[in-house]
């Protein structure tokens, strides 16, 4: 499985970025996709995933701000990030995991947050 992720950059505080993550390749089986981040310093950390059947979880820290969407038609996820805070920068991975337990990650995307 590859992913392209692709969205992110410099936004100021209070800002809005959408990221969005396509999966190519073999694709069957895929059931959960999420993005995770990592800032420096910092262990990778979950921020949120969908399930095949639409089923969310979201970081407590992101809660009421981030909405993570999935198109299974196109094979891609989303994750539409509002009311950005300075402490949202780091680099975000899109992330699947097929039924069987194999998860691949995407290579990475920078989003920084700052006035």
């Known amino acids: 499985v590859q992913l392209q992720a692709s969205g992110g950059g410099l936004v100021q505080p209070g800002g809005s970025l959408r990221l969005s993550c396509a999966a190519s390749?073999?694709?069957?089986?895929?059931?959960?996709m999420g993005w995770y981040r990592q800032a420096p310093e910092n262990e990778r950390e979950l921020v949120a995933r969908?399930?095949?059947?639409?089923?969310?979880n979201y970081a407590d820290s992101v809660k009421g701000r981030f909405a993570i969407s999935r198109d299974n038609a196109k094979n891609t996820v989303y994750l539409q990030m509002d009311s950005l805070k300075p402490e949202d920068t780091a680099v975000y991975y899109c992330?699947?995991?097929?039924?069987?337990?194999?998860?691949?990650w995407g290579q990475g995307t920078q989003v920084t947050v700052s006035s």
């Open positions: 992330h699947v995991r097929k039924w069987n337990g194999d998860r691949y």
């Open positions: 390749g073999s694709i069957s089986g895929i059931n959960v």
């Open positions: 969908i399930t095949g059947g639409g089923s969310t």
